[in-house]
């Protein structure tokens, strides 16, 4: 485990702390020229002082820093004599005592509180990587057993017509086109995985990314479908354009893989406050009650892991679904309709300062 630099030193954090420092003195020379025969307030500010310094900077430095300029400032700028020091005032080493104490107190629990952060952040990323490649894994066997069973069926049997032979390589084709589907959701995954989960955005038309992921699936599924909606205004979305045409292709295929009846699917995008709205309608079976719940784990039951369909799961696409909105500082749900079928759909902000509600 790499080891915890103590007393880190930046720019940023000995700027705040003049800043504060700067502050502190000047709020002091208000209240003194407001009440010239009262110095007690000085002691209780440069407290505050040493509380926020420890709390918005890394690490120990500052936080004693401040703690010991703040103990010789006000002996030296607040209290009588002024402009002179004065170390034989009484209590003033239990005040300087008093002052590091609160300092290295302040600090130790600051970085606990940002290294549990970090931790958990890196507990959260490595959890969905280890479920991922549980998921995985049995999504890539079972298209190449597949693949393989077709493969050798044509070489072991060369009296096969022409009609079983192309129904042999049109299954065999189906199973690598899914396996290529598993591989860029592995490879969207290995993209959010770096910088925290964040992702570098640049403005998109959203109407264009609509057309462009639709435009891929209907070279798939010639016979599904497909209904576009978007608003007459040009709508720029920030975002990373792979990933998000990969959670469109995958709310696509779901909806053909899950619906089951799906015989028509609608995919609009839309404005709605700051944020603008992506939604994928199917008019299919719609989603379990049992399974809305963990909908966007990617934890699969057990009974499904050994299922003979298991490579055609939701676990896997919408979990990088999820993870691919979340790192865009979005927000993504599914329902039922009450005329039947479902609706998932992903909110992203307009601006990349925005975070959902």
């Known amino acids: 485990m790499k080891k915890r630099n103590l007393f880190p030193f930046c720019w940023r954090d000995l700027a705040l702390t003049a800043l504060t420092l700067v502050c502190a003195i000047g709020f002091c020379a208000l209240l003194r020229c407001a009440d010239s025969n009262n110095d007690a307030y000085a ?107 077709a493969t050798s069926a044509i070489l ?57 992921t639709v435009q891929k699936f209907r070279k798939r599924f010639p016979n599904m479908k497909v209904h576009v909606t978007a608003p007459e205004e040009l709508l720029m979305v920030p975002m990373d354009v792979i990933l998000i045409e990969q959670v469109l292709s995958n709310l696509l295929e779901n909806a053909v893989f899950h619906g089951v009846s799906t015989s028509l699917i609608t995919v609009s995008v839309e404005r709605e406050g700051d944020y603008a709205k992506f939604s994928v309608r199917d008019n299919g079976r719609g989603i379990a009650p049992d399974r809305m719940a963990n909908l966007f784990r990617s934890q699969l039951p057990q009974g499904e892991l050994s299922s003979s369909d298991g490579k055609r799961n939701m676990g896997l696409g919408l979990a990088v679904c999820e993870a691919v909105v979340r790192a865009h500082n979005g927000t993504m749900n599914a329902r039922n309709l009450k005329e039947g079928g479902a609706e998932f759909f992903f909110l992203l902000p307009l601006s990349t300062t925005e975070e959902p509600a």
């Open 156 to 212: 072991d049997n060369p009296g096969l017509s022409e009609e079983e032979k192309r129904e042999l390589l049109t299954d065999a084709r189906d199973e690598a086109q899914w396996l290529i589907r598993v591989v860029e959701n592995l490879l969207s995954v290995t993209r959010i995985g770096n910088d925290q989960g964040k992702v570098a955005a640049e403005l998109e038309a959203a109407e264009e990314v609509l057309a462009e």
């Open 43 to 149: 002691y209780p500010i440069f407290l505050l002082a040493v509380l926020l310094v420890s709390r918005i900077t890394s690490g120990y430095l500052f936080g004693l820093i401040t703690a010991v300029l703040g103990v010789v400032g006000v002996n030296y700028i607040f209290t009588f004599p002024y402009l002179a020091f004065d170390f034989t005032l009484s209590g003033y080493p239990l005040t300087f005592l008093t002052y590091l104490a609160v300092s290295v107190i302040t600090s130790t629990l600051t970085s606990q509180i940002k290294q549990q952060e970090h931790l958990r952040i890196e507990t959260e990323r490595e959890k969905l990587r280890a479920n991922l490649l549980r998921s995985v894994s049995h999504d890539i066997r079972t298209p190449l057993t597949s693949i393989m069973g």
